[in-house]
T-cell receptor, first 111, second 113 residues
Framework: RKEVEQDPGPFNVPEGATVAFNCTYS??????FFWYRQDCRKEPKLLMS???SGNEDGRFTAQLNRASQYISLLIRDSKLSDSATYLC????????????FGTGTRLQVTL | EPEVTQTPSHQVTQMGQEVILRCVPI?????FYWYRQILGQKVEFLVS????????KSEIFDDQFSVERPDGSNFTLKIRSTKLEDSAMYFC???????????FGPGTRLTVL
């Protein structure tokens, strides 16, 4: 099983749609979880950290399910500018350790 | 807002040549990282660096790679003898250690011919 696994997509959705991505991780001891956004040939930019209680930032909601070892990202009211690749990242071992990334899920929002 | 910076943005080199990629982490950060991303593939961890020494490295980070913090601001990745398969985007990242959140620089695109 891959350390961090994501559906590569692409997800093609119309503007205004709600879209959800899942990411599974294999190491049950993983400590921290993140969603990054990556535009074509650019660096990963932090979208949000994912907390056990779930967290929301505007149109974005992240959830963590430790029992099933997955995290999710929900985007409401999609905008054209949301088109990007969304990377799931997991810190497997603790403070300031490396991040292990998934392959990313590509989102294309259309008119 | 403080940012991680990297130079050069694009480096073209001949196979077998040495390259040095440069990064300036965010100024109060203590933990530094290099990642690479081959075109069309995922971001992969190379090495982490703390307190002037390597704290962790991946299998990719073999004897051809080295890292250095030559002064109080720069963090460098050296590839001694580049191979074709070293062609990738190389990202530097840093964190202050109070959280695990890492901030990435804009990357250096390395092309080995």
């Amino acid at each position: 099983r891959k350390e961090v696994e994501q559906d590569p997509g692409p997800f093609n959705v119309p503007e205004g749609a709600t879209v959800a991505f899942n990411c599974t991780y294999s190491n049950s001891a993983s400590q921290s979880f993140f969603w990054y956004r990556q535009d074509c040939r650019k660096e990963p930019k932090l979208l949000m950290s994912v907390y056990s209680s779930g967290n929301e930032d505007g149109r974005f909601t992240a959830q963590l399910n430790r029992a099933s070892q997955y995290i999710s990202l929900l985007i409401r009211d999609s905008k054209l500018s949301d088109s990007a690749t969304y990377l799931c990242a997991v810190n497997p071992t603790g403070t300031a350790s490396k991040l292990t990334f998934g392959t990313g899920t590509r989102l294309q929002v259309t008119l | 807002e403080p940012e991680v910076t990297q130079t050069p943005s694009h480096q073209v080199t001949q196979m077998g040549q040495e390259v040095i990629l440069r990064c300036v982490p965010i100024s109060n950060h203590l933990y530094f990282y290099w990642y690479r991303q081959i075109l069309g593939q995922k971001v992969e961890f190379l090495v982490s660096f703390y307190n002037n020494e390597i704290s962790e490295k991946s299998e990719i980070f073999d004897d051809q790679f080295s890292v250095e913090r030559p002064d109080g601001s720069n963090f460098t990745l050296k590839i001694r003898s580049t191979k074709l398969e070293d062609s990738a985007m190389y990202f530097c990242a840093s964190t202050d250690g109070s959280t695990d959140t890492q901030y990435f620089g804009p990357g250096t695109r390395l092309t080995v011919l």
